[in-house]
Every structure is written in structure tokens, then in C-alpha cells.
């Protein structure tokens, strides 16, 4: 994908600047700076993973003639499905993909600062910290996906109707196949509307400002407490009653449900934007 190629170019641009300037530094006199490793682990690096995120479906780049989120399709009596917003398996592959980038590219630059300089910077200490914790995050998310998506399948939900009315019922229908033994304590879904709108132009850039709040959050447990085996599935339904107002105000509005099912270990959760019909 050219996206992905030209992420990947940029970063290894910005690996060369680094090793550059850091050649030149060989020269000077004083203290190594901390700069050219910054480049890497602020540029190069989060460049790499990002490039790794899309190239494994993790991310996603929308053109300008593409729908971020398409709109519900009709199954069944009236019941349209929701696209789920990124594949887990998907969301691990990514996550596994930026842990690799980072361990090695952050890997060898604080390995050959710290090796290089007996005195590192303040920086450098806290550049270390941060990307350990970048570790740590990567690396649990890795972890409980594998775990979850040995045990559950991909969620699906249903709605109806296919978009929320203001001050109407929406039906909600969440399914989720069962790979392994599990027991599932409850399925959470969060009803959730955002309304961007436009403010005044920037001094500098001349365009306008944007500003995004959340005006309707109406969350559902739907308790289940009892072991699902391979083969089954978890089903549960409900209904979210959108406020009458929801829709009042101006500026553009962004609806989604994000589930969570809750097991004795890590939970499944992910997020349905519903898309806007043509």
C-alpha cells in the first residue's frame, strides 16, 4: 500500500537524519547529545508502528472519497448489522507489530547512548521510562488479545432500527461465538453520541477550530453469569431509549455502541460505529 510505503520511507529518512547528526557529534567535543536519539524514538519509531498498524489492518487510512464507517446492512426482519470498527485479530497483529518496531529500533538506541555516555542525561532517563512503559503497554495488549481470542470470536451486533431516532427505542442484538470453555459473567453496551462542531478560525492556520462532546451516554449490563462452551453462543438483547433532545444543536453527529464482555480474565471489548445511511 502506498500509504504504508511512504510511512515506512519517512522513517528510515528519519533514522538516517539521527545517525547523522550523531556522526557529527563523534567529532565535538563535550557530552553526546540526546537529540539524534530522540529522532528515533519520537519519529522513526512511532513512524515504523504506525506503517506496521496498517500494513496488518490494525489501522486504517481514509482517503477523502471513502466513508470512515459504513452504514448498517439489512439482515433478518428489520435487524441491520453493525460493522464492527477493526477486527481484534487485527488490533493484536497491530499491537504485536508496533512492540516489535519499538523494542528493536528504541532497543538499539538507548542501548548505544547509555552504553556510550557515563553520565546520561535527565532526559535520557525519562525517554527510558517511557518507552518501557510503551513496552509494558504493548505487550499486555498482545497478551489479553491472544488470550480473548482464543476463547471468544469476533462480537456482532444488531440494531434497530438502522440508525438512533431521538426519543425512540433502539433494539440492540449482541451475539459472540464461543472458540474455547469460558465463563461469561455479564455483556456491558454503552449507547454513545458525539457532536463535533465548528468554531471560530485559527490566528495562524485560518482554519476553523473543531470541538467534539459527548451529549448522550446510556450504558446497558446485561448479566449472564454462567459458563459458555465451543460451539455456543453468547446472546443477549436490549433496548436503549435515546433522549428526545439528542439530536437538537447544531454541528454533525457521531453515533456508536461499544461492548465489553465481562469473563473471569481479560474482557472482550470493542466498539460498532453506526454509520450515517446514504
Given at each position: 500500500m502506498l500509504v504504508t510505503r511512504i510511512l515506512t520511507a519517512l522513517a528510515v529518512l528519519a533514522g538516517l537524519v539521527a545517525?547523522?547528526?550523531?556522526?557529527?557529534?563523534?567529532?565535538?567535543?563535550?557530552?553526546?547529545?540526546?537529540?539524534?536519539?530522540?529522532?528515533v524514538l519520537l519519529v522513526a519509531a512511532p513512524l515504523g508502528a504506525l506503517a506496521a498498524g496498517i500494513a496488518t489492518g490494525g489501522v486504517r487510512f481514509v482517503g477523502s472519497r471513502e466513508r470512515e464507517h459504513p452504514a448498517p446492512w439489512e439482515h433478518g426482519p428489520g435487524l441491520f448489522v453493525v460493522p464492527v470498527f477493526r477486527s481484534y485479530l487485527a488490533l493484536r497483529d497491530s499491537s504485536a507489530a508496533a512492540l516489535a518496531v519499538f523494542t528493536l529500533v528504541g532497543g538499539v538506541a538507548l542501548v548505544d547512548y547509555f552504553g556510550r555516555e557515563p553520565r546520561p542525561?535527565?532526559?535520557?532517563?525519562?525517554?527510558?521510562?517511557?518507552?518501557?512503559?510503551?513496552?509494558?503497554?504493548?505487550?499486555?495488549?498482545?497478551?489479553?488479545?491472544?488470550?480473548?481470542?482464543?476463547?471468544?470470536?469476533?462480537?456482532?451486533?444488531?440494531?434497530?432500527?438502522?440508525?438512533?431516532?431521538?426519543?425512540?427505542?433502539?433494539?440492540?442484538?449482541?451475539?459472540?461465538?464461543?472458540?474455547?470453555g469460558v465463563f461469561v459473567q455479564a455483556v456491558d453496551l454503552t449507547l454513545i453520541a458525539e457532536r463535533t462542531t465548528m468554531h471560530q478560525r485559527t490566528r495562524w492556520s485560518g482554519k476553523p477550530r473543531t470541538r467534539t462532546v459527548v451529549v448522550v451516554r446510556r450504558r446497558l449490563r446485561l448479566p449472564i453469569d454462567a459458563p459458555a462452551g465451543p460451539g455456543t453462543k453468547v446472546h443477549v438483547e436490549g433496548?436503549?431509549?435515546v433522549p428526545p433532545d439528542a439530536v437538537?444543536?447544531?454541528?454533525?453527529?457521531?453515533w456508536r455502541v461499544e461492548a465489553r464482555t465481562r469473563t473471569f480474565g481479560p474482557d472482550y471489548a470493542t466498539r460498532f460505529p453506526i454509520g450515517t445511511p446514504d
Open positions: 545517525l547523522g547528526a550523531g556522526l557529527v557529534q563523534e567529532r565535538g567535543p563535550g557530552p553526546r547529545s540526546f537529540g539524534p536519539y530522540l529522532i542525561a535527565g532526559v535520557a532517563v525519562f525517554a527510558l521510562l517511557g518507552w518501557l512503559w510503551v513496552l509494558g503497554r504493548l505487550s499486555w495488549a498482545v497478551v489479553k488479545r491472544t488470550w480473548v481470542s482464543r476463547r471468544l470470536d469476533e462480537g456482532r451486533l444488531a440494531i434497530r432500527p438502522r440508525s438512533p431516532e431521538a426519543g425512540r427505542t433502539l433494539q440492540v442484538v449482541f451475539e459472540q461465538p464461543v472458540r474455547a433496548a436503549f431509549e437538537d444543536g447544531s454541528g454533525f453527529l457521531r
